[in-house]
């Protein structure tokens, strides 16, 4: 199986969104991440999956700019932008949710949005909370943009309503609207159906699929069930190591990503 940046990727395509190339990544003499490469085209989800500590997490600091790499490259559009601040590569298109949910539980769910959605204002959120020339105006678009995405993900009722006294499906969706709020052509979730049921799980893999029409994702999931449902690709790694990456019944059924999963079979719950 080639891996997606030395050899012929599986799937041919257009050129890619976001690409990195020969990423390695240290802390502390600890090689988190070791010639890491991979590609992420446009209106495809490419999962990213992996044993605890393979590195998924630190993947995605590096593709939003939280952690700068050692050595390797990163592509924005055919455009070097190793070592932009996590603001730029957001201005460029590129938003996240979090492992946790990350938001913030003294403000309202339409605020929380509107934060997301900051990107695309001129004075920003913080100038609007502070009434600086120009705010009003952008507080207006603001609110606007945020009930529309909140409609969308169908929980524009809770717009008034403080995160802690949501269920947390409905915060998991509070998040995710937040990131989708920037309008971004590159979403990367990180593990977005933890702590949900079966049916939210697929409520999700829905919504997911759907969103493929406006932007690329990238995800980060434990739940194999539904990282072969939902992704067009998939990039398995281990120890820091991209160990495999193909369609998902390549990466099914390939020798060693059943051995970094200790013989389970990749796919079943």
Known sequence: MSHPLTGESPVAGPSPRLALSDVTVTFGGVTALSEVGLLVRPHQVLGVIGPNGAGKTTLFNVACGFVRPDRGRLEWRDQEV???????????????????????????VLENVMIGADRHTRSGFLSSLLALPGASRDERALRERAREVLDGLGIAAHADRYPASLPYAVRKRVALARALAAEPDLLLLDEPASGLSTSEMDDLGRLVRELTE????????????????????????????????????QVRDDPAVLAAYLGETVGEA
Do not use: K, N, Y
């Not at 957001?90 to 990350?102: D, E, K």
């Not at 994702?217 to 992704?231: I, K, Q």
């Open 82 to 108: 190793t070592g932009l601040r996590p603001r730029d590569l957001a201005g460029l298109g590129i938003a996240r949710t979090l492992q946790g949910l990350g938001l913030f539980d003294r403000v309202t």
């Open 214 to 249: 406006r932007m690329s994702v990238m995800l980060v999931e434990h739940h194999m069930d539904l990282v072969m449902r939902v992704c067009d690709e998939i990039t398995v790694l281990d120890f820091g190591r991209v160990i495999a990456h193909g369609t998902p019944d």
